[in-house]
């Protein structure tokens, strides 16, 4: 076919029009969603699942696993985050599927749905990598349970999960995503390859991220119960009007440390992935610390672990700021008669604690250090630990649940 400049000045005019008139309704559309957004309403820090952690037989190569989630906020369209961060292999999805739950490892398969990725029912997860399903309409209740359902491919020894799950999964051999009950499955306490659920949400609704080691994670508290402080506290948000819209991701990792050290990759490592990437996080709690105190070998070495923990909380800080997101200063719990307890940690204790109250660097603080400690200075109180005087028990987490000001959290647009 042949052109002449008139010819090819009408059809470039006419793409023009078109590629106006597309970009006309993406305009529209983008004014459109300004009222609506992602919101987390659930999430685990992913982590190496160390050997102890693996799934027992008969393991998830081309089986099914049945994890159990409690959400905070609810929605009606719902996607999900999977992780393969710490492979070295592709991940394998063949099947992926939603439900409620009715009663322990029972589902509801009326509300059963599947998850697609760009359409399709299975995907390849890439080594170090994450992946979000496709939108799906589903109806979440606020507050509830949610079971998801994986049928695997082949999987390798480097899995992605989050051990501290303090929920019970169920394993079962082949594909067993029709089966309502898993009977007779296998259980384990710990989620795999999960990571995090959105819901499309208006534009008054929000998250709040807990960054934080064992304490968040729920060290202490009680399998199945969902009576972490982080569950308290997110259900208070719920039934409070003014703060009924606020999501929470519980970002604890058990043994996790601000610096260097510990378990999982240290705070400021996985700060960007689980933090700043969550959707719809306005603010942010630090609860983290005791381990780098913990980990300090001699006298000489607590300036300098007072020093780094001090540099991190401010790069955190500038960090969510710079994404709007405010940072509110939680304080270490105390310690003392713990196998933490020397005078060197009780003095570095003592004054990152004090940055943490009197620095101004942070937006709000929230005490915690001072709701549990007791009469005798550096000992939480007796009968709110889990035997260690370190960690709270159910007790304990209750009261810490329980006393954090919800004013900080009121949506005001």
Same mark, same amino acid.
């Given at each position: 076919?042949?052109?002449?400049?008139?010819?090819?000045?009408?059809?470039?005019?006419?793409?023009?029009?078109?590629?106006?008139?597309?970009?006309?309704?993406?305009?529209?559309?983008?004014?459109?969603?300004?009222?609506?957004?992602?919101?987390?309403?659930?999430?685990?820090?992913?982590?190496?699942?160390?050997?102890?952690?693996?799934?027992?037989?008969?393991?998830?190569?081309?089986?099914?696993?049945?994890?159990?989630?409690?959400?905070?906020?609810?929605?009606?369209?719902?996607?999900?985050?999977?992780?393969?961060?710490?492979?070295?292999?592709?991940?394998?999805?063949?099947?992926?599927?939603?439900?409620?739950?009715?009663?322990?490892?029972?589902?509801?398969?009326?509300?059963?749905?599947?998850?697609?990725?760009?359409?399709?029912?299975?995907?390849?997860?890439?080594?170090?990598?994450?992946?979000?399903?496709?939108?799906?309409?589903?109806?979440?209740?606020?507050?509830?349970?949610?079971?998801?359902?994986?049928?695997?491919?082949?999987?390798?020894?480097?899995?992605?999960?989050?051990?501290?799950?303090?929920?019970?999964?169920?394993?079962?051999?082949?594909?067993?995503?029709?089966?309502?009950?898993?009977?007779?499955?296998?259980?384990?306490?710990?989620?795999?390859?999960?990571?995090?659920?959105?819901?499309?949400?208006?534009?008054?609704?929000?998250?709040?991220?807990?960054?934080?080691?064992?304490?968040?994670?729920?060290?202490?508290?009680?399998?199945?119960?969902?009576?972490?402080?982080?569950?308290?506290?997110?259900?208070?948000?719920?039934?409070?009007?003014?703060? =009924?819209?606020? %999501? $929470?991701?519980? /970002?604890? !990792?058990?043994?996790?440390?601000?610096?260097? &050290? #510990?378990?999982?990759?240290?705070?400021?490592?996985?700060?960007?992935?689980?933090?700043? =990437?969550?959707? %719809? $996080?306005?603010? /942010?709690? !630090?609860?983290?610390?005791?381990?780098?105190? &913990? #980990?300090?070998?001699?006298?000489?070495?607590?300036?300098?672990?007072?020093?780094?923990?001090?540099?991190?909380?401010?790069?955190?800080?500038?960090?969510?700021?710079?994404?709007?997101?405010?940072?509110?200063?939680?304080?270490?719990?105390?310690?003392?008669?713990?196998?933490?307890?020397?005078?060197?940690?009780?003095?570095?204790?003592?004054?990152?604690?004090?940055?943490?109250?009197?620095?101004?660097?942070?937006?709000?603080?929230?005490?915690?250090?001072?709701?549990?400690?007791?009469?005798?200075?550096?000992?939480?109180?007796?009968?709110?630990?889990?035997?260690?005087?370190?960690?709270?028990?159910?007790?304990?987490?209750?009261?810490?649940?329980?006393?954090?000001?919800?004013?900080?959290?009121?949506?005001?647009?």
């Amino acid at each position: 076919m042949k052109f002449n400049i008139s010819t090819l000045h009408w059809r470039l005019c006419k793409m023009g029009l078109i590629f106006s008139f597309l970009a006309g309704c993406a305009t529209a559309k983008q004014v459109e969603d300004k009222s609506r957004k992602w919101i987390g309403t659930w999430a685990a820090a992913p982590q190496l699942v160390e050997s102890r952690n693996m799934p027992p037989e008969p393991g998830l190569s081309m089986n099914t696993i049945r994890q159990i989630v409690r959400v905070s906020i609810g929605g009606n369209t719902i996607r999900i985050r999977f992780s393969n961060d710490f492979g070295v292999n592709p991940l394998i999805l063949k099947s992926v599927s939603v439900s409620s739950v009715s009663d322990s490892s029972k589902i509801d398969l009326q509300t059963r749905r599947f998850l697609t990725f760009n359409g399709k029912e299975s995907v390849s997860v890439p080594a170090g990598s994450e992946i979000y399903s496709d939108t799906l309409a589903f109806s979440l209740k606020q507050n509830s349970k949610l079971a998801i359902d994986i049928n695997y491919g082949e999987t390798f020894q480097q899995l992605t999960g989050h051990p501290g799950s303090r929920t019970t999964s169920y394993i079962l051999e082949g594909n067993q995503l029709d089966n309502p009950d898993f009977k007779d499955a296998v259980k384990t306490d710990h989620w795999y390859t999960i990571m995090g659920i959105d819901v499309w949400g208006s534009e008054k609704t929000s998250a709040v991220a807990i960054l934080g080691n064992s304490i968040t994670d729920g060290r202490g508290s009680g399998t199945n119960r969902q009576n972490r402080w982080p569950d308290i506290f997110s259900q208070r948000l719920l039934e409070n009007p003014s703060t =009924s819209n606020v %999501g $929470v991701l519980n /970002l604890g !990792i058990g043994g996790n440390c601000v610096v260097k &050290g #510990g378990l999982g990759p240290t705070a400021l490592e996985r700060f960007d992935r689980d933090v700043l =990437s969550q959707s %719809g $996080v306005k603010w /942010l709690i !630090i609860l983290e610390g005791i381990n780098d105190i &913990g #980990g300090i070998r001699k006298e000489e070495g607590a300036a300098q672990t007072v020093r780094n923990l001090i540099d991190a909380y401010l790069l955190m800080i500038g960090k969510a700021h710079a994404k709007g997101i405010k940072v509110y200063g939680a304080t270490i719990l105390p310690f003392a008669r713990s196998y933490y307890d020397t005078p060197f940690r009780q003095q570095a204790w003592k004054k990152v604690n004090e940055w943490i109250r009197t620095s101004g660097k942070f937006d709000a603080v929230i005490d915690f250090a001072k709701l549990m400690e007791s009469s005798e200075p550096g000992v939480i109180h007796p009968g709110m630990h889990d035997n260690d005087h370190l960690h709270p028990n159910e007790a304990g987490y209750r009261k810490m649940g329980e006393s954090v000001d919800l004013e900080l959290f009121e949506n005001k647009h």
